[in-house]
């Protein structure tokens, strides 16, 4: 049963605040008390914020608020997915993603070991379809060596022998760690064990503003010494809220829908997650083939960019594009048998035909205890529980087990500890 922080705040608004001195400069009181409502809150209910709150959870002597908008944990980005369990081939060297992607997923397989969330190692091909996509696959292989995950060049005899409606006419590079997962039961497991086991609590609140002190003097206060911001698609309208305009950290947001596909024909039915090679400032990896665990086909995302993040309605004029698309490498489809499916949109910090951009995960300067995390995409799913310990290692170094170190402590190491002050609107 989902834990509310009091009666009276459930299906409210909420809205986190912070002090300001005499001045008007976003500076925190430097009075720090222990007796706040919370050690931790975390604003987002998807699987990163349930890794995020569930990891902070553990940690002795604190407590934990998840605050998700929605009336159930991740309805957003991370339950309208590809649900794969991504290698890591795609992030590029000295990147959070790269680093967070192979980390997550060995975390991700043993989680799911551990406790009987189905997931499975199908494994992926990457299809080129000429020297120039085969080349682009070279460098894959390339990379996934200097990080050491596991590729290999397939044979054109295996190709034929194990997937012979797929078409790949210049060669296939096979990844051997990727697989897929349940996303729902895997969300299921870790809202459960950061509500039932580590006594986490779970709000049905808006993150809705952020407002100077004067509203902190309303009734209803809640206090918290750390926030955190893994609002998925809601990041960075949050951070501009923190970060107004003129301020170097303000950002604006990028939104790429994704639209998949179903299909409804049993022949052919390839049983190994189909990629086609990269193409670069597309947004996406290009409209892929990936399976449900019950073995269902499923197509997408292709990429649509868009300024309105709940735009979740699926666009029949994409489906013609997307059938060509499939057809590069599945050439037999039934395209009768090819319908809409659901959309998801990703968060993005770079736009259309600009280069792919990296997580940004830091606590911010000048504002201890805030730890903002923007651009949480794919691999994010993948990256989720390493993110978490991630965060984890911002607010309390490498110290973990208990409720010491810097996070709304005392003996913090900073000159400036801030308490974050939230209240009914």
Known sequence: MQRSVASQLVRHKIVTQYRVGASTSRAFSTSLKRDV??????????????AIARELASREGTSTLLIERHGSVGTETSSRNSEVIHAGLYYGPDTLKTELCMKGKHMLYDLCRKHSIPHR?????????????????????????TIDVPT?????????EREPDIRAEAGVLESESTGIVDSHALMAYLEGDFVERLNGWLADLYASNLEHW????????????????????????????????????????????????????????????????????????????????????????????????????PNASRLGDAIKAIKEYLPGIDEDAVDLDYCGVRPKLSGKGEPAADFYIKEEEGYSGFV????????????????????????????????????????????????????LK
């Open 37 to 50: 409502d919370f050690t931790h809150a975390v604003i987002g209910g998807g699987a990163v914020g349930l």
């Open 121 to 145: 190692n199908t494994k992926k091909w990457v299809v080129a379809q000429d020297e120039q996509q085969m080349a682009a696959l070279g460098k894959i292989d390339s990379f996934a060596s």
């Open 214 to 313: 004067r509203l902190s003097r309303r009734r209803d206060i809640i206090e918290t010494s750390t926030l955190i911001n893994s609002a998925g698609l809601g990041a960075i309208p949050i951070n501009n809220l923190i970060f107004p305009a003129g301020d170097a950290r303000n950002r604006k947001p990028y939104y790429a829908k994704g639209s998949y596909f179903s299909y409804a024909a049993s022949h052919p039915k390839p049983s190994t997650l189909i990629y086609p090679a990269p193409v670069p400032g597309l947004g996406g990896l290009g409209t892929h083939l990936t399976l449900d665990m019950a073995g269902r086909i499923r197509f997408g995302p292709d990429v649509e960019w868009t300024d309105d993040p709940t735009d979740l309605a």
């Open 152 to 160: 290999r060049f397939l044979p054109r005899k295996e190709i034929e």
């Open 372 to 423: 903002n995390l923007l651009g949480i995409e794919s691999p994010g799913l993948t990256s989720a529980l390493a993110i978490g310990e991630m965060v984890g290692r911002l607010l309390y170094g490498s110290e973990r087990g208990g409720g010491g170190g810097k996070a709304g402590t005392e003996d913090s190491d900073s000159d400036d500890p801030k308490r974050w002050f939230m209240g």
